[in-house]
């Protein structure tokens, strides 16, 4: 929900009849508890005045200590609910690149920010590991990875999904941590999140970029449990408990985390 | 460079300042961006900073950024009820009784914003007969609306 706008927003939708609850773990989220009609289809909506968003996914763009004026790189934007998210914690600010690689979402993404009237962002059609050819350099960074997605919001996941699939995420999901670490700046955030429930594509990435990448785990202060640190009888480095993760229910399953340059103050 | 977004401002009879220097044309399509955007974006990016609109076929399609430009200025606007605001994002026309007010040209043929209750900017139109007269009917024709978001997805 716009973050300027929160009072007068409720107020509007309230009167229209629809009913919202405050999540307890974000402080611009409600819950739709009653419509009678489609949220994304009200004036309010198609104005941008707010967004809809799975609960947890809202989680990674409040990680960011101060974005407001920072250059920030968004590099699996698309469909651009976090991009919005990230502009509006911005106000507008500083700039946001946002990169993906399939047309389609990249266009879905353009339209999501001219409706909620972004002025911040800039768009590239390009793969997140190939980010080093903007020459460019950011404060922070989003890592939303593509990932293997859980059963709690795919009901034919189990059918769908194999282990080589797992797998290749994995692998690419390692890919893309290695050319955006280039391009962090020193002191600079990255904030890696997968709403897969796998540790090949959790614990087990983060275990080793910690250990490949000179990145350390920071803390952070969210909903979720602390992640696991014995995986498949591995055990790996104690910070990773720092990590969160979300487990179906309320929300969607969610892993999340924050980074930082071990070398950094 | 940027004669196709002056004219069609021009319809609302009114002009908007925008500086030349800091939009872009890419593929037929123009952004305003800021300095700190202008040096950042390199010439293949895809969207940039605010969209204003596009040229294509010869014609100019606004975005609803320039609408929300032009509906900040001294410009053509009907203001309509709740109902008719309802119906003019699904892509109606508006009758004369849903307009609660208007401001500006009331001449047939003039474009003119279309806006709701609360001053938000939600499309615009070409008025359809002179809004000081008393025939019914539809009084403005809708040629862009915001349910244009949720059409362009399909």
């Known amino acids: ?118 002025k911040n962002t800039v768009v590239y059609f390009l793969d997140a590991r190939q980010v080093s050819e903007l020459k460019a350099s950011f404060d922070r960074i989003l890592l939303d990875m593509p990932c293997s997605g859980n059963f709690a919001a795919d009901k034919n996941w189990f059918k769908r999904r194999t282990i080589n699939d797992v797998k290749r995420n994995a692998a690419l999901q390692r890919e893309i941590m290695t050319e955006t670490v280039k391009v962090l700046n020193d002191n600079g955030e990255i904030v890696y999140s997968t709403c897969s429930l796998e540790p090949e594509e959790n614990e087990l990435n983060i275990d080793w970029a910690v250990r490949n990448l000179s990145l350390q785990v920071e803390e952070i202060n969210c909903h979720g449990q602390e992640a696991l640190t014995n995986v498949f009888g591995k055990y790996l480095d104690s910070s990773i408990e720092k990590c969160r993760r979300i487990w179906p229910g309320q929300t969607q399953g969610f892993f999340v985390c924050k980074l930082k340059r071990r070398n950094a103050a | 460079m940027i004669k196709p977004i002056v004219d069609f401002v021009g319809r609302f009879g009114t002009k908007i300042m ?52 032009v509906a900040r200025e001294k410009s053509n606007k009907v203001i309509i ?74």
């Open chain 1, 1 to 118: 929900m716009n973050v300027e706008k929160t009072a007068t927003i409720l107020q509007r939708l309230q009167s229209i009849g629809i009913t919202l609850e405050r999540i307890s773990f974000l402080d611009h989220g409600y819950w739709v508890c009653e419509s009678n009609f489609s949220v994304g289809a009200t004036s309010e909506y198609l104005l941008g005045l707010y967004s809809i968003q799975e609960a947890a996914a809202q989680i990674p763009v409040t990680l960011f200590t101060e974005s407001e004026d920072k250059t920030v790189l968004d590099a699996c934007a698309a469909p651009g609910g976090k991009t919005v998210q990230l502009a509006d914690s911005m106000r507008n600010t500083g700039a946001i690149i946002a990169l993906d690689i399939r047309k389609q979402r990249v266009t879905a993404l353009a339209n999501q920010l001219e409706r909620c009237r972004v």
């Open chain 2, 18 to 69: 925008l500086d030349e220097s800091l939009i872009v044309k890419r593929q037929g399509r123009y952004f305003l961006l800021n300095k700190n955007l202008k040096r950042l974006a390199s010439k293949n990016f895809f969207y940039a900073g605010v969209y204003i609109g596009k040229v294509k076929d010869g014609r100019f399609f606004p975005s609803f950024n320039l609408l929300n430009f």
């Open chain 2, 81 to 154: 009820d709740k109902k008719t605001e309802w119906l003019f994002i699904c892509g109606r026309d508006i009758f004369k009784q849903g307009i609660a007010n208007v401001i500006g040209s009331r001449k047939k043929d003039e474009y003119t914003l279309v806006l709701n209750s609360y001053g938000e900017c939600l499309g615009f139109g070409r008025i359809l007969r002179n809004l000081d007269g008393k025939k019914g009917g539809p009084a403005v024709e809708n040629i862009l609306d915001i349910g244009d978001f949720l059409r362009r997805e399909k």
